[in-house]
């Protein structure tokens, strides 16, 4: 699998088709990269297990919970 760095996610907030799972249960619908860290941060924040997101075209883009959790705030309302 590929890892992104923060900055080159950042760049692709607002594309889709990416998938949250806590597990192996789909947190949503796909939708874009802002949703899903959306979806993941609301399942990991309740202490759910752990969350990652993947990209639907193509699995081997994967962003794990450490880097959702950074993403987050980065995005996050103030």
Do not use: Y
């Not at 760095?5 to 998938?19: K, R």
């Not at 309740?46 to 990652?52: F, I, K, V």
């Amino acid at each position: 699998m590929r890892n992104l760095s923060d900055s080159d996610l950042v760049g692709m907030l607002n594309s889709g088709s990416w998938l949250a799972r806590g597990g192996s249960v789909a947190l949503g619908c796909p939708g874009t990269l802002r949703k899903a860290i959306c979806q993941a941060h609301m399942f990991s924040s309740d202490g759910s297990s752990p969350t990652e997101i993947i990209k639907i075209s193509n699995e081997e883009f994967h962003i794990t919970s450490e880097q959702i959790h950074r993403l987050w705030d980065r995005i996050r309302p103030h």
